[in-house]
């Protein structure tokens, strides 16, 4: 989908962030990917699937990218946040003894009239199937990229599961096992584990996304494997990782963030330039690239999807609701 302005972003420089973390290792990907064709071509979930199975997925023409440079793929699956494996941009190493079966892997569902424990592949069918959606990505930490990513809409999964009356809000947790997560042991005043959460309109809305795959691969583990949430007009904080539980629920859920720093971290956490955080501006972006000479775009509201997403927050004050 084009973007507003319809601009040619240029892949450009990325920098150490806050002068903590090294942007010299660009590891290759992990092997994952216990994969089998769903419906739609794409694999699923019972054996190892090629790349070139996994790229099968049908493209979207309306999210093509059209406008947008894609980040380098090795930027991409090298550069994450997974704070239950370490502080540190590279990610990878850390997961190298979680051995992920995908195919095993389970999401606890509830507040729903089918409320049960679903298979990764059981959400995709559910979900209507796998395609490919060329998306902008914006870190709260004032970074950005471009990723294709391989997944279904949350709203197509919502309406097969059936809410019960009453829900207002989707809480999604991340697994809470420090022998997957090594940092989590050494991270205790965190409220583990991992939780994020939506409006159910949010969750509903044709642009979220549960994502399985990116640049026609599984997802990696660092990347958020067997399944991630992908929600690209917020930071990437809310677009949780290795989703294990799905809740809907009557009210707002806490998440992780607000909890450990409720003043830096709201639950909406919409992009928007004019709402700072409060250590550095959201005014601009470093796009993640290869180069090491940082140039900055400015940053656009809703992360450039606001006529798509903007009507969601109607005399809504943005600014009191971070």
């Known amino acids: 989908m084009k973007r507003e302005e319809d601009p040619k972003l240029v892949v450009t420089p990325e920098v150490f962030y806050r ?17 089998l064709l769903s419906r739609t071509g794409l694999a699923g979930l019972a054996g190892l699937a090629t790349a070139e199975a996994y790229g099968a997925a049908r493209k979207n023409a309306k999210f093509d990218g059209a406008g947008l440079s894609l980040t380098p793929e090795e930027l991409a699956t090298s550069y994450n946040n997974f704070y239950e494996f370490n502080l540190d941009k590279d990610v990878t190493p850390a997961t190298k ?50 990723v294709p990513w391989t997944g279904f809409e949350l709203g197509r999964l919502i309406a097969a599961l059936k809410p019960k009356a009453g829900m207002k809000f989707v809480k999604f947790t991340t697994f809470g096992d420090a022998k997957i997560g090594p940092n989590i042991a050494k991270l205790p005043h965190y409220p583990w584990p991992y939780t994020e959460g939506l409006t159910l309109e949010e969750a509903r809305h044709p642009l979220t996304l549960l994502a399985t795959g990116l640049y026609g691969k599984p997802l990696p583990k660092q990347n958020g494997a067997p399944l991630r949430l992908v929600v690209p007009w917020k930071y990437g904080f809310k677009s949780i990782k290795s989703i294990v539980k799905i809740e809907f629920t009557a009210t707002q859920p806490k998440t992780l963030w607000q909890e450990l720093a409720p003043s830096e971290y709201g639950f909406y956490a919409n992009v ?11 005014a601009t972006e470093r796009v993640l690239s290869k180069s090491f000479f940082p140039k900055r775009q400015p940053t656009l509201l809703f992360n450039g999807y606001a006529k798509e997403v903007a009507s969601l927050y109607t005399g809504l004050d943005l600014k009191k609701n971070y």
Not at 21 to 35: A, C, D, E, N, P
Not at 272 to 282: A, G, I, K, L, Y
């Open 272 to 282: 928007n330039p004019e709402v700072d955080h409060p250590r550095w501006s959201q």
């Open 97 to 146: 003894n979680w051995k992920l079966d995908p195919a095993a892997w389970k999401v606890e569902i509830t507040g729903t009239e089918n409320a049960r424990a679903f298979s990764v592949r059981e959400l995709i069918e559910m979900g209507g199937g796998e395609e490919e959606r060329v998306y902008r990505f914006r870190c709260v930490e004032a970074w950005s990229m471009v």
């Open 19 to 35: 002068n903590r973390r090294q942007f010299m290792r660009h590891g290759s990907l992990w092997g994952l990917g216990h994969v």
